[in-house]
C-alpha cells in the first residue's frame, strides 16, 4: 500500500514533525468548478487550512501514485485537464494500475486519507440519495465509506439535487453520525437549512474532537460527517434554489444524462441559472469549511497527545 503514496514536501515535513494535516479533494478541482476559479479556490483553500494551524494535502492519482499534497503544476493539470477520471472506491484500482489522471471523489478522498493516516477531509458537500432512488438505485458511493472509514468530513451538508430525507437516513442505517456546528439543522449546500436536523450540535472544534475521538476509541468504525452551514452573507434563498434545482434536474432527465455526470452537467446548469452566484456561494462555503477542519484537526491531533 505504501508504494503507491507520495507525500508532496510539505506533507511529509508535517508528518515528520507530527503536525496536524487535512485532506482536500480533487473532483472540485476538476469536476466541480471551471478553470481558473477552481485552481485559484484550491490555493486559497489550502492557505485558509495553512493560516489556522494545520497542513493542507490535496489529493490526485497521477501517474500511478496517489498524490496527497499536490505542487502547482499538478494543481494547473488538474484544473485544465479535460480526461480527468471522476473516481469513487469503484475505480481506483483500475486508474493507478493504468497509470491515468484521476480525481477523488468524498468515497476515494476518505480510503486515500485514512491511508496517509490523515484523519480530517474537507470537501463542499458530500454525496448522498438521489432523488428516485427507489427505481434508479442511484445512491452515492460516498455514503457506504462513511459507514467503513474512519475519517471525519467537514461538508456543507448536501445539494438539494438530492433527497436530503432519504440520505440522511441512510447514514441513520449505516451507523453514521451527522454533526451540526452553530445551528440544530442540516445544512443544504447551497442555503443554512434543509428542513432537516442534524443528530448533533457540536458548535466547538475541541467538543468535536472529543466526540469523535471517543467514537473510535470505542472501536465504533465509520466516519462522522460534520455538517457546517454556508455563511449567512454567502447564502442562497431557499425558495429560489429549489426552482432552479428543479428546472436543471428536467434538463437532465430530458437530456438522458445519468450516473457520474449527473452532479457535474446540474452544477453548470445551477452556475448559469444564477449568474454565477452559486459558484460565488459554492467558494465561500468550501473556505469556511476548510476553516472549520483545520480547527478540528489541531483539536483532534491536541486530544491524541493529552
Not at 474537507?122 to 465509506?145: C, K, N, P, Y
Request: hydrophobic share 45%; proline share 4%; net charge negative.
Amino acid at each position: 500500500m505504501q508504494a503507491f503514496l507520495q507525500f508532496s514536501p510539505e506533507v511529509q515535513a508535517a508528518r515528520a514533525a507530527g503536525k496536524p494535516v487535512v485532506a482536500l479533494e480533487s473532483t472540485i478541482i476538476s469536476h466541480g468548478m471551471p478553470y481558473p476559479q477552481n485552481v485559484q479556490t484550491a490555493r486559497e483553500v489550502e492557505q485558509v487550512i495553512r493560516d489556522a494551524g494545520a497542513v493542507p494535502a490535496t489529493i490526485a492519482l497521477i501517474d500511478g501514485r496517489i498524490c496527497v499534497g499536490l505542487a502547482d503544476d499538478q494543481l494547473e493539470q488538474l484544473g485544465n485537464a479535460t480526461d480527468a477520471l471522476k473516481v469513487s472506491r469503484r475505480d481506483l484500482a483500475y486508474v493507478l494500475a493504468e497509470k491515468k489522471l484521476g480525481a477523488t471523489t468524498v468515497a476515494a478522498t476518505m480510503i486515500c486519507a485514512a491511508l496517509a493516516g490523515i484523519e480530517v477531509f474537507v470537501t463542499g458537500g458530500i454525496g448522498g440519495v438521489h432523488r428516485g432512488a427507489e427505481t434508479s438505485f442511484d445512491i452515492s458511493a460516498d455514503l457506504q465509506e462513511l459507514a467503513r472509514t474512519n475519517v471525519a468530513v467537514v461538508c456543507a451538508g448536501v445539494k438539494s439535487i438530492l433527497d436530503i430525507g432519504l440520505t440522511l437516513e441512510y447514514l441513520e442505517t449505516h451507523g453514521v453520525p451527522v454533526v451540526s456546528v452553530g445551528q440544530p439543522g442540516f445544512p443544504a449546500f447551497f442555503t443554512r437549512e434543509s428542513g432537516f436536523n442534524a443528530d448533533f450540535q457540536l458548535d466547538t472544534p475541541e467538543q468535536q474532537a472529543r466526540f469523535i475521538r471517543t467514537k473510535w476509541q470505542l472501536g465504533l468504525s465509520g466516519g462522522v460527517v460534520v455538517s457546517n452551514p454556508v455563511p449567512a452573507e454567502s447564502a442562497m434563498k431557499n425558495e429560489e434554489i429549489d426552482g432552479i434545482i428543479a428546472q436543471a434536474l428536467r434538463e437532465a432527465a430530458g437530456q438522458g444524462v445519468k450516473g457520474k455526470a449527473v452532479t457535474p452537467f446540474l452544477l453548470a446548469r445551477i452556475k448559469d441559472l444564477t449568474g454565477g452566484r452559486s459558484l460565488a456561494t459554492n467558494i465561500a462555503l468550501v473556505k469556511h469549511n476548510a476553516l472549520v477542519g483545520a480547527r478540528l484537526a489541531v483539536a483532534l491531533h491536541a486530544a491524541a497527545h493529552v
